[in-house]
């Protein structure tokens, strides 16, 4: 079972006495520069929300039942939560219950996206990734994979790749070596590479 926060970002407000940090001046290049997260009621970047989303995930963790007297086993990915457990008894609903509770607790009742959460399955697409439990599999969806090859294969033949491409690169093929533990050494390969290029190589 999956379950999604409504507009993460918009549950974590922030102050008006520091809106103004979200401005600022590079005299040397006579440019302004205004970070868009404040008006968007943003807190400007994934990694912040991280400690709401630990906190929802913790408070979920911490609740029990009969069949998980140490807590529920949940998992999160900045405001996707995921919820793995065994069909007996109550414990689906325990656990669904659970994850609607922190969501509420941590962020208020308008915090839960019910267009986003997922039925209870043995088979779900999760980040991107289709789970079966049952056969023990994890696998990329097709569409996804023929991207990969189509990525990798355009940047094999150019003669030079920006950085930027290079950087999008890296992150198409993560759910690659997330599934394919050998493509695991090409990706460290490729972050080892990364790190060498000046800002504006080629």
């Known amino acids: 079972m999956a379950g999604d926060v409504a507009s993460a970002f918009r549950n974590v407000s922030i102050h008006s006495n520091s809106v103004y940090l979200f401005a600022g001046l590079i005299e040397e290049d006579n440019a302004l520069v205004i970070e868009l997260a404040a008006p968007f009621g943003w807190t400007g970047s994934p990694g912040f929300y991280e400690i ?6 913790h408070v979920h963790g911490s609740h029990t039942n009969a069949i998980y007297p140490a ?18 008894g109550t414990s689906c609903s325990d656990m669904d219950r659970s994850l609607r509770f922190a969501m ?21 697409r999760v980040l991107g990734l289709d789970f079966d439990t049952v056969a023990g599999l994890v696998s990329m969806p097709v569409a996804k994979v023929d991207k990969c090859r189509r990525i990798v294969a355009a940047a094999y033949n150019t003669t030079a790749l920006p950085r930027k491409e290079y950087r999008s690169l890296m992150g198409s093929l993560r759910h690659v070596a997330t599934c394919i533990r050998a493509a695991r050494p090409f990706l460290q390969r490729l972050r080892v590479c990364e790190r060498q290029l000046n800002r504006f190589q080629r």
Request: no cysteine; proline share 0%; aromatic share 16%.
């Open 52 to 57: 709401f989303g630990g906190a929802i995930s």
């Open 71 to 88: 807590g529920f086993f949940n998992y999160h990915w900045v405001d996707d939560h995921i919820n793995v457990a065994v069909d007996i």
């Open 104 to 124: 509420t607790a941590i962020l208020g009742a308008e915090a839960i996206n019910d267009k986003k959460f997922t039925s209870w399955n043995t088979r779900q």
